[in-house]
């Protein structure tokens, strides 16, 4: 299983960016999908998930609804749309999955992407 994360770059605090995490090697529909996000200094830390074919999601509390999480099955692709971003949204971004069962904010996930650099200025 591969994941290749993209689609981070530098915007202005207020602007929008979409993270594309393309999966080889499994159908995303069949697994918990997540993103996770590390700034400079600070351990990484839960940002989204989507379960099994959509059928839930999951956000950090900071998300406070400026963030969706969703799959297209035919492109075998977890995005994370980032509206209003404020300049502590600044990190790194991972996109996750697994398929073991478990709560998508805290279970261990075993495949990860390489990482997407996400960086808001004001």
């Known amino acids: 299983v591969q994941l290749q994360a993209s689609g981070g770059g530098l915007v202005q605090a207020g602007r929008s960016l979409r993270l594309s995490c393309a999966v080889s090697?499994?159908?995303?529909?069949?697994?918990?999908n997540a993103w996770f996000r590390q700034a400079p200094g600070k351990e990484r830390e839960f940002v989204a998930a989507i379960t099994w074919g959509g059928s839930a999601t999951y956000y950090a509390d900071f998300v406070e609804g400026r963030f969706t999480i969703s799959t297209d099955n035919a492109k075998n692709t977890v995005y994370l749309q980032m509206n209003s971003l404020k300049l502590e949204d600044t990190a790194v971004y991972y996109c996750?999955?697994?398929?073991?069962?478990?709560?998508?904010?805290?279970?261990?996930?075993?495949?990860w992407g390489q990482g997407t650099q996400v960086t808001v200025s004001s």
């Open positions: 996750a999955t697994d398929a073991r069962p478990g709560d998508p904010r805290t279970k261990q996930y075993v495949y």
């Open positions: 090697g499994h159908t995303v529909s069949s697994y918990v």
